[in-house]
């Protein structure tokens, strides 16, 4: 069983470490190999983050990693040199989601990443460095050429017309649809349980950003599970408790410590570049969560990261 | 010492407070001490009533629920051609009233006009009694010259409902040239041209021994400072867009910044020739990526190159206006510049080009209306030799006619007290009825303007169409209060109507806002005490918390210290249970008992601990 559970944990160390939360997933690589000391992933996951060298291809989570703010990492499919052509399609467009699943890659994503022009290398010898090809994504099997006469001649539309409801049922019984979507529901119910056993021990361990991080993974995962969002209610008030205790008082009036030319250097995103626009000497914090349009833990976490980067001061 | 009376520059874009103190008028500051407060309402997503620059900081990130510019709504009626435009305009939701008159839908709750327009009165009264340390109740407010009776009325309504007994409703430029003329021998023909943050009027007063009197006023309440705003916000987006392909116009965060920065920057280049814009984070590119930083230099050129027109427009408008009051530009002694577009260079220029004079400096154009108001207010509560303040009509009065037509008796801009006779006839055989329909506005057709009010006449002898022949007499008297009568000239039959403005609200709805807006303030008050009696009882019980070790480790093994921790940890517990319950009666009683176990705490430190 502590074999099981040190494997479900590395599992979740991993998504967190992928999220950036490295000492979230260290603390879970540790827990992991309190119960399964002779766990070879978690002292490789562990040896990985202490030295910050990365991690061996080999231990790559197994699931497609999701980004905890609501976009996906992308899944970029390699297209095969020759894919066979099924001889019949199900429908024109792109292939279908399971009922009650979200899509796991966002169309405009795989469009962006695959139009996206690749960093040339560093230059060798002098020579400009070799442009990559770039290959365009394709998806097979490819609706339209199935039904396309010229490439299957054999197949025409109007002749298995008569047999439609037939042929349809031939490559697509209910049985078999049901199954697949029963597997996938079952293998998505193991992945949250997985995210949430890691989210449960995180919070043991008093990391509740890391645990927030799993439990929105989870809820990606299955929206309407009424444990993840109790979890998730649970976590977002003690988050939110947290932060505005690093606010306190929130009647203060934070100002911006860093002149404009320095804060241009630092990583921020646009969200919090919005905060920190609003900060003008007259604001308090209070204002600040009603002024920035955000919810109250998204401000007041970006509110806490600029305070303990030094951007803005009580 | 007199009771402390307000002047309220009721503005579409900004209000100011003033109050005349040492015989000298005098700005008050709001509490985040800034002489303007945005004319903006809001309701947060927390359900939260903001009002002045908090609401203003959050108008583009929560456009339904942010009210801006409703002055430009304020006692009109629903169906009218204005209001029907504003709406196509203006983000947030407007529905009609029971009587045709205009609400506002926020966070689910429909507001009267004169509601929206009472949250920002309450402010400045706040502010004003912050300022004085004691309560104000009387005050003096301004309105556009334009403005019918209708919207003056919900303007005083306004004033009611924000508690404040409203002493006279003023002109704007009236005010202007009131504050302008204070302390000084004004005499003769002033024009007043005030380009606001979203209006243009322009105002000609005869001005002399103390009698204000409007000659012509007209104006154009779509252009001003906002205007100015979004071409320089244009501007901003273009050149981004150039540069990364990114619309900006997208994303409600960036806009509000550009809106801030566009604001920031015109206001700056009318002190200097160009500034610099740094919006550092104003978007992340699409699909992640470091976050781009918005750098641009406007120069004062530019800005007038981006604004020629609109500035044209204004003289334009002028042009008209004195045309219209057959005076020309050299008849004018002086000309008051008023609001803070005013500022900029080009339009101080093109005023200076069109009336052939430098126009008056040295009164703030922002505060120059509130100024002249608090003057007013001062006059007449310390019964200072009265200032005769004559106005005129602000639209024609009239009758419909048959045809769907409109017949003004009294056109825009007369002075009042007036009264004007016309005869009409009937225009149907043996017609015994005639009905009056009193009319106001410029319209020639009857349905284009708004209806007064209607009587019949009845009684008339049967005779061929245009046999009859009918006296209509229209007075206004020196309250404004307009009586409209008809009499037959053959039976001496007489009906007639008295029209008293309605700001769109009837005596009970009026009653029960006021009852619900003092039941906020008590709510408000309450809250803000709740707030801060929270506050300090979590800041001792986490003070309490961290000395409690020391305490205990100290005072182990004594009497004195196991007395002193079960009680303090009973208070502890006390406390957790009153904010749970979040009663402020409990919570104050709590932090007063938890305040002296923290000075016992401290005591016992300081005195055994070392």
């Known amino acids: 069983m502590s074999v099981q559970r040190a494997a479900q ?83 024109k467009g792109r292939p279908s989601v399971p009922p009650g699943l979200r899509p ?119 929206p309407s599970d009424p444990e993840v969002q109790s979890l998730r209610e649970r976590s977002e008030k003690t988050l939110l408790a947290m932060y505005e205790s690093k606010l306190w008082p929130l009647t203060s009036r934070p100002r911006v410590v860093l002149k404009d030319d320095e804060i241009i250097w630092l990583n921020l995103d646009h969200r919090a570049g919005f905060v920190l626009a609003q900060m003008d000497g007259t604001v308090t914090f209070e204002d600040l969560f009603e002024v920035c349009g955000m919810s109250r833990l998204d401000t007041a976490r970006i509110l806490v990261q600029l305070i303990d980067e030094g951007v803005i001061e009580r | ?168 409703i003023l002109n704007e430029p009236t005010a202007a040239a009131l504050a302008y003329g204070f302390g000084r021998n004004v005499t003769g023909k002033v024009a007043v041209f005030d380009l606001g943050g979203g209006t243009f009027d322009v105002t000609v007063l005869e001005v002399g021994n103390d009698v204000y009197e409007v000659l012509a006023t007209g104006g154009d309440t779509y252009l001003g400072g906002e205007d100015f705003d979004q071409r320089i916000i244009e501007w901003m987006v273009l050149n981004f867009a150039k540069e990364h392909g990114i619309d900006l116009r997208k994303d409600r965060m960036a806009l509000q910044r550009l809106k801030d920065a566009a604001e920031k920057a015109k206001i700056e280049l009318s002190g200097v020739k160009e500034t610099q814009i740094n919006l550092p984070f104003i978007s992340t590119p699409p699909g992640g990526g470091a976050a781009l930083h918005l750098q641009a230099v406007l120069t004062r050129q530019k800005l007038e190159e981006l604004t020629a027109d609109l500035c044209d427009r204004t003289l334009k408008i002028c042009e008209e206006v004195l045309s219209e009051a057959k005076i020309r530009p050299q008849d004018l002694k002086e000309v008051i510049l008023v609001g803070g577009m005013t500022r900029m260079p080009k339009v101080v220029e093109g005023v200076r080009d069109y ?21 007013q207010a001062n006059t007449l509560v310390a019964d200072q030799g009265e200032v005769l303040l004559l106005d005129v009509t602000p639209q024609s009065l009239g009758v419909a006619i048959a045809g769907g037509y409109s017949r003004r008796l009294i056109p825009r801009n007369t002075t009042v007290p007036t009264s004007v006779s016309e005869v009409f006839n009937t225009s149907k055989d ?59 000239r053959e039976t001496g039959q007489r009906q007639s109507i008295t029209v008293t403005a309605s700001g769109g609200l ?58 002193v921790l079960v009680k303090a940890e009973k208070g502890l517990a006390d ?29 016992v430190i300081q005195r055994i601990g070392g």
């Open chain 2, 430 to 488: 043996n017609q015994t009825t005639v009905k009056i329909m009193v009319l106001q506005g410029e319209s020639e057709l009857a349905h284009e303007n708004e209806l007064l009010g209607e009587f019949i006449l009845t009684g008339l002898r049967e005779a061929p169409r245009g046999e009859v022949e009918i006296d209509v007499t229209f007075e206004i008297n020196a309250e404004g209060i307009l009586s409209v009568s008809a009499r037959d």
């Open chain 2, 355 to 375: 009336f052939k004079k430098e126009p008056c400096k040295g009164v703030h154009p922002d505060e120059v209306v509130a100024l002249g108001a608090a003057v």
């Open chain 2, 1 to 168: 010492m007199p009771e402390h009376v307000i002047g309220i520059d009721l503005g579409t874009t900004n209000s100011v407070v003033a109050t005349v103190q040492g015989g000298q008028p005098t700005v008050i500051k709001n509490r985040t001490g800034s002489n303007l407060t945005p004319s903006v309402v809001a309701i947060s997503r927390s359900g939260k009533r903001l009002v002045g620059q908090i609401a203003k900081r959050q108008a583009i990130t929560n456009p339904t629920e942010t009210v801006y510019a409703s002055k430009r709504l304020i006692g009109r009626k629903y169906s009218s051609l204005q209001v029907q435009q504003a709406i196509k305009v203006l983000p947030y939701n407007i529905v009609p009233g029971e009587h045709d008159d205009v609400r506002v839908r926020m966070a689910g709750r429909d507001y009267a006009l004169p509601e929206i327009a009472a949250m920002v009165l309450a402010e400045l009264k706040a502010d004003a009694e912050a300022y004085f340390g004691k309560p104000v109740n009387k005050a003096v407010i301004t309105v556009p010259a334009y403005f019918n009776d209708g919207q003056r009325q919900a303007t005083k309504d306004a004033g009611k409902i924000a508690g404040l007994e409203v002493l006279r």
């Open chain 1, 104 to 222: 796991r890659v966002e169309e405009s994503e795989l469009n962006w990443r695959a139009l996206a022009a690749p960093m040339p290398g560093p230059a060798v010898n002098g020579e400009p460095p070799p442009v990559p090809v770039v290959r365009p994504v394709t998806f097979t099997p490819d609706a339209t050429s199935a039904w396309d006469s010229q490439s299957n001649p054999g197949v025409r539309l109007d002749d298995v017309k008569p047999g439609l409801g037939d042929a349809m049922d031939l490559v697509c019984s209910p049985v078999r649809h049901e199954d697949a979507s029963a597997a996938e529901s079952q293998r998505i119910r193991e992945e949250v349980d997985t995210l949430l056993r890691g989210a449960r021990d995180l919070l043991d361990l008093d990391d509740h950003s890391g645990a927030m991080e799993l439990i929105l993974k989870a809820q990606q995962l299955a």
């Open chain 2, 506 to 563: 009837t005596e009970d709805e009026l009653r029960r806002i006021m009852d619900e807006q003092r039941d906020y303030l008590l709510e408000a008050r309450m809250s803000d005490e709740l707030k801060q009696k929270r506050g300090e009882l979590e800041n001792v019980l986490r003070e309490i918390g961290e000395l409690f070790p020391r305490v205990k480790a100290i005072t182990s093994g004594s009497e004195f210290g196991s007395d």
């Open chain 2, 575 to 603: 406390a957790r249970r009153a904010l749970e319950k979040n009663d402020l009666s409990e919570i104050a009683a709590s932090a007063d008992q938890m305040g002296r176990t923290l000075n016992l705490f401290r005591g």
């Open chain 1, 9 to 91: 944990l590395v599992e979740a160390g991993l998504w967190l470490h992928m999220s950036g939360d490295v000492d979230g997933a260290r603390r879970l690589f540790e827990q992991a190999l309190k119960l399964d000391p002779s766990n070879q992933r978690a002292q490789q996951l562990l040896a990985g983050v202490a030295t910050g060298a990365g991690f061996p291809a080999a231990v790559a989570p197994s699931p497609a990693p999701v980004d905890w703010r609501g976009t996906v990492t992308p899944v970029v499919p390699a297209a095969p040199a020759a894919a066979p052509k099924p001889s019949i399609a199900l429908s």
